[in-house]
């Protein structure tokens, strides 16, 4: 019973290394070395038996010819003395001449009889002809000349036949060697192949098992396959950012909103054990419904900041007017600075077109804004700008004057649930910029943090979102 389990495990081999991307390229290779050998041949045929086929053909022609000539200035005669001068200087003995008349009789020329396979008149054709007693192959002509004469020229092939044989015979060996150095080559690129993506091979191997810090070695050469391989190491680069900010994310959840989720059970608790009356009751819930809307923004901006990394706001990306989002934004935010004694300045041209998601445009903006408007204090001016610094470029720029933040904390900024020392004590779930910077992502963009009023006690902090018009 073993032997025919082990018949079908070698043919499943045998279909998996003929359906295999190394033995189609080896495949390939071997179809076109063998089709620019046979390319090489014919053109090799045409040049030398073609050629000289073509050469007899003409010397034919031209015979036939000047015998035509003659036929018309003299007659039978003179044909016949044009053929005796021409075969007294055939020094190559090739020329092959026979004039008969009308009852079969030989008026001049070198063959016995006339061959058969030359009775049409005005016909080409090549057969074995007896000259002098020999049979020799030849290439004749069929000229007639009136009712009761008819001319055969040709001349002598045997040249031609070996050069055919010979040609023929080095073509076949040389076709044999193509076809050796063609299967050969094919395995030699199949291995070729293989021993280039083996790497790669074993290092998704490897990360399918749980080693996410395997990576595609690259060699020297600087090809396609070492292209391949840093394109495949960017993006296990990336799969392993996602995954230290998947874990970062679970991290922070559980200890930022634990607290909140806590204080909330804890409320509900003293509210039922202790409160004195109805009012109470009610004071503590209004009090846990607030914390537990502030718990359902922050998964609502952990949704849009994940949306935008994952690129599936794509699909709603529309041109629009930038100058109508800042507006808007401005309008909203410029009531609220006012409110606490700010002041809001804008700056912008009239139309800023660009293609994008216009409500995460407006979002990102917005959390610009508010964070400006939390930090700056009573009587500060906030600016709000944007511009078209180059061509498929807009920069949006929001500077404050508030505490700005350190050069260590800017690398941070944008980290989900990162908060600065400062802001600890304000309110906040420190997703604002992460947002800000997903939004910026999404649209071939970036944001850079620095100093709005560099060197000031206050300095501020200028935050300038730069997006890709034509994302």
Same mark, same amino acid.
Request: glycine share 4%; no cysteine; aromatic share 0%.
């Given at each position: 019973m073993a032997a025919p389990a082990e018949e079908m495990g070698g043919w499943r081999d045998i279909r998996a290394y003929l359906k295999s991307a190394g033995f189609r390229f080896a495949a390939l290779f071997a179809v076109l070395f063998l089709a620019a050998m046979l390319g090489f041949a014919l053109m090799l045929w045409w040049g030398t038996a073609g050629?000289?086929?073509r050469q007899i053909d003409d010397a034919i022609r031209a015979d036939a010819i000047g015998l035509q000539e003659a036929w018309r200035g003299g007659g039978?005669?003179?044909?016949?003395?044009?053929i005796g001068e021409r075969l007294a200087v055939d020094i190559d003995d090739h020329a092959i001449y026979l004039l008969m008349d009308g009852a079969g009789n030989r008026l001049a020329g070198n063959l016995d009889r006339w061959p058969g396979a030359a009775e049409a008149p005005g016909s080409w054709s090549a057969d074995m002809v007896r000259r002098d007693g020999v049979a020799v192959p030849a290439r004749v002509y069929h000229l007639p000349l009136d009712q009761n004469h008819r001319l055969l020229i040709g001349r002598d092939a045997t040249d031609r036949e070996k050069l055919r044989s010979l040609l023929s015979e080095a073509l076949l060996w040389s076709f044999a060697v193509a076809v050796a150095f063609a299967l050969a080559g094919a395995a030699a690129l199949r291995r070729a192949l293989a021993d280039r993506l083996r790497?790669?091979?074993a290092t998704a191997g490897a990360i399918a098992a749980g080693d996410l810090s395997r990576r595609v070695p690259l060699s020297t050469q600087r090809d396609e396959f070492d292209q391949l391989g840093e394109s495949m190491n960017a993006m296990l680069d990336r799969i392993d950012q996602l995954m =230290?900010? %998947?874990k970062g994310v679970s991290d922070s959840i559980a200890h930022d909103l634990r607290t909140p989720i806590a204080r909330a059970r804890m409320r509900l608790e003293n509210a039922l054990l202790t409160a004195p009356d109805e009012d109470s009751?009610?004071?503590a819930m209004e009090t846990t419904v607030a914390d537990l809307d502030g718990i359902s923004r922050v998964f609502q901006a952990l949704l849009r900041i994940a949306e935008a990394e994952a690129g599936a706001r794509r699909a709603a990306f529309a041109a629009f007017d930038l100058a109508t989002v800042l507006t808007d934004a401005a309008e909203v935010y410029g009531a609220l600075a006012e409110e606490r004694g700010q002041q809001l300045e804008t700056s912008w041209p009239q139309t800023l077109t660009m293609v994008g998601d216009?409500?995460? =445009?407006?979002?990102? %903006?917005?959390?610009?804004?508010?964070n400006a408007v939390k930090f700056t204090p009573e009587g500060g001016t906030i600016r709000l700008s944007a511009s078209a610094p180059a061509r498929g470029k807009r920069e949006i720029i929001v500077c404050d004057e508030g505490p700005g933040l350190a050069a260590e904390d800017r690398t941070r900024a944008g980290e989900r649930f990162f908060r600065a020392d400062p802001s600890r004590a304000l309110p906040g779930s420190g997703l604002g910029l992460s947002l800000v910077k997903a939004v910026a992502a999404l649209h071939g963009g970036e944001l850079r943090l620095g100093d709005g009023q560099p060197g000031a006690a206050r300095p501020g902090l200028e935050a300038r979102l730069i997006l890709n018009s034509r994302a």
């Open positions: 050629t000289l086929s039978a005669s003179a044909v016949k003395e044009a790497a790669a091979s =230290v900010g %998947i009751l009610r004071t216009r409500d995460m =445009v407006l979002q990102a %903006i917005a959390n610009l804004l508010d």
